[in-house]
């Protein structure tokens, strides 16, 4: 069965504009339409350098917003679209620390939870979409709902994209008993090490300058997907796309349209592999 309903996961703390409506004009071009969802309800920021045409990106070397992309982004921002954001904490429960006095019946209580949960969004939605920028970092790639939301998902056989720091996600979604990434044994791509600032990390609604991001995305993608999986950086190439079932998975805001088009080819073609 299928609900023509894309989930867009999305930071409180910003994200990159082409990231989210280059996939998105895509998906809704193809039937589909898309629920915004933060980790705390509260509607994600566009960050400022992805509407500034004159932004020049410290390691690209040149402007990496285009006019027409701009364009696009501040159509989306001047709709009510993200007015109607949804909570995930409201959606998801948390789980329970081990230091609580009712550890075991709360644990227990959790798993309920999070399978109903699971299901709900497996009834309601085709596939999830985690959407780039320098966001995802604080409050998306180590939340442990938006795991679980993703865990829902593999778990279903669903389709999950993901783009630039989104993509950090998948490395630590993984199993509580397990412990194992569910990117092991995949192909994939993300943010590679030639793409990382050396200085200037940033974040909305905040005045923290990070300096470089916190961690190499390359490096531990390299190591979630283990010797039988692959990152592919792809650096020198204008774009890079990897489809490898049931994710899609884009390195970058240059990929955004392109990541759309493959995320439509899953959904609607049943492509499963493409780009390596």
Request: hydrophobic share 35%; aromatic share 10%.
């Amino acid at each position: 069965m299928t609900t023509k309903r894309i989930l867009a996961v999305m930071s409180e703390f910003g994200y990159w504009g082409v990231e989210l409506v280059g996939p998105l004009r895509k998906l809704e071009a193809a039937g589909y339409s898309v629920d915004f969802v933060t980790p705390k309800g509260t509607r994600a920021p566009c960050l400022p350098p992805s509407r500034d045409t004159t932004y020049v990106d410290p390691p690209l070397g040149t402007c990496v917003t285009t006019a027409e992309d701009k364009a696009l982004v501040d159509a989306f921002e001047a709709t009510d679209a993200l007015e109607a954001t949804l909570n995930l904490s409201s959606m998801f429960p948390e789980r329970p620390y081990y230091s609580h006095p009712n550890f075991l019946r709360e644990l227990e209580a959790y798993y309920e939870a999070r399978k109903a949960a699971q299901e709900k969004a497996l009834e309601t939605y085709d596939a999830v979409l985690l959407v780039g920028g320098s966001g995802p970092i604080v409050d998306m790639v180590n939340n442990q709902r938006v795991h679980d939301l993703v865990l829902g998902f593999h778990a279903g056989g669903r389709a999950i994209g993901a783009i630039c720091y989104g993509v950090a996600t998948l490395v630590f979604a993984r199993d509580f008993n397990e412990r194992r990434s569910i990117i092991a044994g995949k192909h994939v791509t993300g943010h590679c090490i030639e793409y990382d600032y050396h200085d200037g990390t940033g974040f909305m609604g905040t005045d923290f300058n990070m300096g470089p991001p916190p961690y190499c995305l390359e490096h531990i993608l390299s190591d979630a997907v283990g010797p039988t999986g692959q990152y592919h950086g792809n650096f020198g190439k204008r774009t890079s796309v990897i489809v490898d079932y049931p994710f899609i998975t884009a390195r970058s805001l240059q990929c955004s349209h392109e990541f759309g088009d493959r995320f439509v080819d899953v959904l609607t073609k049943g492509v499963t592999r493409s780009g390596w």
